[in-house]
């Protein structure tokens, strides 16, 4: 009797046993293929961005045209320990604005978007942060146009051979206090004096053509500064001997520790040399004075100054603002001091309806802020 009654019981625990299994199992199963399934979601929705390819700059083709090509440089993603780009190309909408408005703006010219990045490949999974895609319809309004490009860089390789090459390799570049932007600094003079052309900020509108305004110019930003947010330079002759005392001043002149010092600092110094004066005043509109390089001024690249920025987003100061830019060939937003305010879709600023105009298609996949 009390061994059936044992057997009885060891069923019980047996049957009990089964069931826990049973149930574990299938919530695992459940779990398991919920993860599989989300999994798939994400991989879906990054595929597209992943399969863009962004080759070297050096090999893809079509390779920049000597003097017939717009320039811009993206270099956030830098890595101060390991030297190098590792994190996915990112675009935001108002860095998307400036290359749709060049490309607009200039159909003839090929757009050239530079990343210094070691990865071949756009997008992929090995970010959180890319894996929400939220700049896939940002690079599928720029690649809308035909004449835009997107290629990688190595710093190291796009530097060989120049005259700067050596002073890259001493480490004076990676001790600067303000890296990210004294390595945007150093490409843009690079890469005017490997291909010449146009250069470009990133933190720009365009506001019409620059296919027939005579090439080797740049820009005022004030009364005693000369901007190195926009230089165009010719691949020869005067052009290219300027881009090569603009990579002379920014290594013998190089100083880590001031943010200004090797962007427009360069930029002042070898056009009051090559003027032969350093009032800024006399170097304005005067290409005879200065071998036929020509400095615009404010009102051509920076109609709106750094210390008006706001007048860009605020609604109050649209007309006044949009008077200001009515005869500019590009208005610089000052990405440094404005990156962190925002602009709501179809408001009233002066950005916004300069973004509208100029490069609708970023302007309206931002989604609901610019």
Not at 118 to 140: A, C, I, W
Not at 317 to 333: D, F, G, I, Q, W
Request: net charge positive.
């Amino acid at each position: 009797m009390l061994l059936r009654f044992r057997d009885h019981g060891r069923l019980r625990l047996l049957f009990i046993v089964l069931i826990v299994i049973l149930t574990v199992g299938i919530g695992l199963t459940y779990n398991w293929q919920n993860k599989e399934d989300a999994e798939a979601a994400v991989e879906a929705s990054v595929e597209p961005l992943a399969s863009i390819r962004v080759d070297d700059v050096l090999l893809a083709l079509p390779r920049p045209t000597p003097g017939r090509s717009i320039f811009f440089h993206e270099t956030r993603s830098y890595d101060a320990k390991n030297k190098e780009y590792n994190h996915p190309l990112k675009l935001n909408a108002r860095q998307a604005c400036a290359i749709e408005s060049a490309a607009l703006h200039n159909p003839n010219s090929q757009v050239f978007v530079l990343f210094v990045h070691r990865k071949y490949v756009l997008g992929g999974v090995h970010s959180n942060e890319s894996k929400n895609s939220t700049e896939q319809p940002l690079f599928d309004a720029i690649l809308s146009y035909s004449n835009v490009h997107l290629r990688r860089l190595n710093l190291w390789r796009y530097a060989s051979g120049t005259p700067i090459e050596e002073w890259l390799k001493n480490g004076t570049l990676f001790r600067s206090r303000f890296l990210v932007s004294h390595i945007s600094d150093f490409l843009r003079f690079l890469t005017l004096f490997r291909y010449g052309g146009l250069y470009l900020d990133l933190d720009v509108v365009v506001l019409k053509s620059m296919e027939d305004v005579p090439p080797n110019y740049t820009g005022a930003e004030f009364e005693d500064v000369i901007s190195s947010a926009v230089i165009n330079l010719t691949p020869t002759g005067v052009g290219h001997k300027i881009a090569e005392s603009l990579l002379f001043d920014f290594q013998h002149n190089f100083n880590g520790r001031h943010w200004g010092n090797n962007g427009p600092g360069v930029m002042t110094r070898v056009a009051q040399q090559i003027c032969g004066t350093k009032n800024i005043s006399l170097l304005l509109e005067n290409r005879k004075r200065c071998l036929g390089f020509q400095v615009f001024d404010c009102k051509a690249f920076n109609p709106v100054p750094s210390g008006n920025w706001r007048h860009l987003f605020e609604p109050d100061e649209l007309e006044e603002t949009m008077a200001r830019t009515k005869y500019s060939y590009v208005v610089h937003v000052w990405n440094k001091q404005s990156n962190k305010v925002p602009i709501k879709v179809g408001s009233s600023s002066a950005y916004a309806q300069l973004a509208e105009r100029n490069c609708p298609r970023a302007y309206h996949a931002a989604g609901e802020y610019f």
